[in-house]
């Protein structure tokens, strides 16, 4: 699916909020809520801010501000919500040099596989 398609999806099924998950060290999903009116092709791109103060043993209150980068690949409605939601997964950044967050299980994953594919395993 591509960041098109996600909007499209939005669209028609008449989307109220869009739920940004993604996963911490600890292996516990976390989410960011916004609503639908706030969702816009600007976020495939420029990501969509949250506090990472509140994510344990991520980053402490003065240097905070990280980026959900949504992977519209795993954009999917969520079934058991009274209200239309989209649910996507992120990957998480950093705002200030705009590199993966090095604590971010996804990005670790990647790495990893990179690594495996240069090693030749």
């Not at 989307?15 to 092709?41: L, S």
């Not at 949250?50 to 402490?60: E, L, P, R, T, V």
């Not at 999917?76 to 239309?84: G, H, L, N, Q």
Request: hydrophobic share 35%; glycine share 8%.
């Amino acid at each position: 699916m591509s960041p098109q398609d996600v909007l499209k999806l939005v669209k028609d099924r008449e989307v109220k909020f869009v739920d940004f998950r993604f996963t911490d060290t600890r292996g516990k999903e976390q989410h960011v809520g916004v609503p639908v009116k706030h969702f816009g092709a600007d976020k495939f791109e420029s990501g969509h801010a949250f506090d990472g103060s509140s994510i344990a043993g991520w980053k402490g209150i003065q240097a905070s501000d990280m980026l959900l980068m949504p992977d519209p690949s795993t954009a999917r409605m969520d079934p058991f919500s009274d209200e239309a939601v989209l649910n996507i997964s992120c990957d998480v950044y950093e705002p200030t040099d705009g590199k993966p967050y090095d604590r971010c299980p996804r990005g670790i994953a990647r790495r990893a596989e990179a690594y495996l594919k240069s090693s030749g395993l």
